[in-house]
């Protein structure tokens, strides 16, 4: 059995960061290794260095981990953490939170490596809703 590509949510509210495990969760099933780290360490709006680097670490299983933000100072807050900690098989992909999320779940719980799971990250911004 491989090892699956790791996601990590990042967000300032530890309820979306929740919600949207909860989604991607039942889309990729349990072989995806997932984290979040939303809101601060003492669960107020904003993002945490320390759960950034916490969640890296607990879906690290190998084959690469992908960090998604959704804005603002999560991403600075995830660029710092990698910056601090640098790591090839570790990406900060640019992509839409919720689509980019769905789209990286389903294609690491396919088995592919990390740069097909950021691509397809990635590539959700092109996905027309309408």
Do not use: C, W
Not at 16 to 26: D, T
Not at 47 to 55: F, G, K, P, R, W
Request: proline fraction near 4%; charged fraction near 20%; aromatic fraction near 2%.
């Amino acid at each position: 059995m491989s090892t699956s590509v790791g996601i990590v949510l990042v967000s300032h509210s530890a309820e979306l960061a929740s919600g949207l495990h909860l989604l991607v969760q039942q889309i990729g099933s349990d072989t995806v290794p997932l984290a979040t780290a939303g809101g601060t360490d003492d669960g107020r709006i904003g993002t945490s260095y320390d759960l950034v680097l916490a969640a890296i670490r607990s879906v690290d299983r190998g084959a690469g981990v992908v960090v998604l933000p959704d804005l603002g100072s999560s991403v600075l807050t995830a660029r710092t953490v990698l910056e601090d900690h640098p790591r090839p098989d570790v990406l900060l992909v640019d992509a839409p939170f919720v689509e980019g999320a769905v789209a990286a779940v389903v294609t690491a719980a396919s088995g592919a490596d990390l740069k097909t799971v950021a691509d397809a990250a990635k590539e959700a911004r092109n996905v027309h809703k309408l």
